[in-house]
């Protein structure tokens, strides 16, 4: 029977990795691991580290840079701890999730895995992440420079199954010669959605470019923000629905991007698409073909790496009804497996990844601002940081004041909503559907998603 169970896991792993979506998002096979994977493989964790050999498999999603950095941190920490080897298994984002859930589905999940806010509910849903809290309460991991929004937003059904590595913010990047080609002045953080709307037009008319280079649909990371700003929350508090119940919220939001699409301001689906096979380093805020690009507020340095060292960030436009509808974001995750047989060295390595000034000497915020507090002031008052990267540290402060509480982790079954969104929005700017009717057919089928998943 078991070995049936973890058959059909893994089915269900293939069969959901047909579903990718596009640019950030990434397919639901996340969704689809049963929750019986989690007991597919059970090995009791070491109590206590030793100095014993140990070998450490480790697993985490980026570019080569990511990998080459990590790598650099994996080799220092061998150097100090001579009898802890590391297993690399780096990957990029696409397929990362795919092979994650064959790899738990088998009982095979690496002992640390860099996950992401969008998949860390399901996996701890289905027992498939350690508990970490034991190892903070005993001090082995020193959690105590971390916002107390991200160590919530890292702590479901009463276990801490992550340690934030990062944090991030939703913002706008935007690009100041293509304003001042149109002849508009820079924004400031407080401006509003109709400020928006028509620089973004502005830009349009008089330079023939895009006011904005982003799909407002590719995830629900800019709605959820847009949700927030009429002081609602996107999901309830049990995960079963949506959080709000006015559906013109949605029908504004899809009106408001469907009337800068019809005027060329913001691309349509085909464009969109087209942008987006050109990866983020050729992306027309960047090569100063388009003003603005919402994204999160590590892109200025995106847009360093690849050249254009110009760019800068503004907070997102407010509502009036809460103007503090941002939100700190975990960026990122380093979890341990349950099924993990070094949970305490795995602990250790993280608190040093985290904390120690040697690894972050390496990293350099390589995986956006870190959430060590003590890890951010030490890289700022190193003078090692570039520009970009000292904005992108500092904005995590400025931006302060248009933030509110960090929601919960995405529920389970976020990438099939995601999809849906996108897949709703498309027919509303392809002029498919209404708003008013995209609007009532989201919340359909997102209830019925969240329903039949939490």
């Known amino acids: 029977m078991k070995n049936k169970r973890i058959m059909s896991a893994a089915m269900a792993v293939m069969m959901a990795g047909s579903l990718a979506a596009c640019g950030g998002s990434a397919s639901s096979t996340a969704d689809s691991i049963a929750s019986s994977t989690s007991t597919a493989a059970s090995t009791e964790a070491t109590a206590e580290s030793t100095d014993e050999p140990v070998t450490i498999r480790i697993t985490w999603w980026g570019g080569q840079t990511r990998h080459d950095l990590t790598q650099q941190v994996l080799d220092l920490y061998t150097s100090e701890h001579p009898n802890v080897t590391f297993e690399a298994v780096p990957s990029g984002w696409d397929g990362y999730f795919e092979k994650l859930a064959t790899d738990t589905a088998t009982g095979g999940m690496p002992d640390i895995v860099q996950m992401d806010y969008m998949y860390i509910s399901t996996y701890a849903q289905n027992g498939s992440l350690a508990d970490l809290s034991e ?10 420079g971390i916002d107390e929004a991200l160590m919530n937003a890292s702590t479901i059904g009463g276990k801490v199954v992550g340690i934030p590595l990062s944090t991030s ?45 982003t799909s407002p649909v590719i995830d629900t990371n800019m709605f959820n923000y847009w949700v927030r700003g009429y002081g609602e929350k996107l999901f309830a508090d049990d995960n079963k629905s949506l959080g709000y119940d006015d559906d013109k919220i949605t029908e504004d939001f899809f009106a408001y991007w469907l009337d800068l699409i019809d005027a060329g301001a913001v691309p349509n689906p085909d464009e969109y698409e087209q942008i987006a096979t050109l990866g983020n380093d050729a992306n027309p805020v960047i090569t100063n073909e388009a003003a603005f690009h919402q994204s999160w507020n590590n892109f200025t340095t995106i847009g360093a790496n690849a050249g254009n060292d110009t760019l800068k960030l503004v907070a997102p436009p407010v509502n009036s009804t809460n103007t503090k509808a941002l939100w700190y974001k975990p960026g990122m995750f380093f979890s341990v497996a349950e099924t993990s047989s070094v949970k305490k060295e795995a602990a250790e390595f993280i608190n040093w ?16 601002t870190p959430a060590s507090e003590s890890a951010r002031d030490y890289l700022i008052n190193s003078g090692k940081l570039t520009a970009q990267q000292t904005d992108m540290f500092n904005f995590v402060s400025t931006a302060a004041d248009y933030c509110g509480d960090t929601p919960a982790a995405d529920p389970a079954g976020i990438s099939e909503i995601n999809t849906i969104f996108k897949n709703i929005g498309y027919a509303v700017f392809y002029g498919q559907t209404t708003p008013a009717d995209a609007a009532a057919q989201f919340r359909t089928e997102v209830n019925a998603v969240l329903e039949a998943n939490n």
Not at 135 to 144: C, H, K, M, Q, R
Request: glycine share 10%; hydrophobic share 35%; aromatic share 12%.
């Open 135 to 144: 190892y903070i309460n005993d001090g082995t991991i020193d959690a105590s």
């Open 169 to 213: 913010l939703v913002a706008f990047t935007y690009n100041p010669s293509v304003l001042e080609e149109a002849g508009l002045e820079a924004p400031e953080d407080g401006w509003t959605w109709d400020d928006f709307a028509t620089a973004a037009k502005t830009v349009k008319e008089k330079t023939g470019k895009y006011g904005m280079s």
């Open 353 to 368: 990844f985290l904390n120690s000034d040697e690894a972050n000497d390496i990293m350099m915020g390589e995986r956006g």
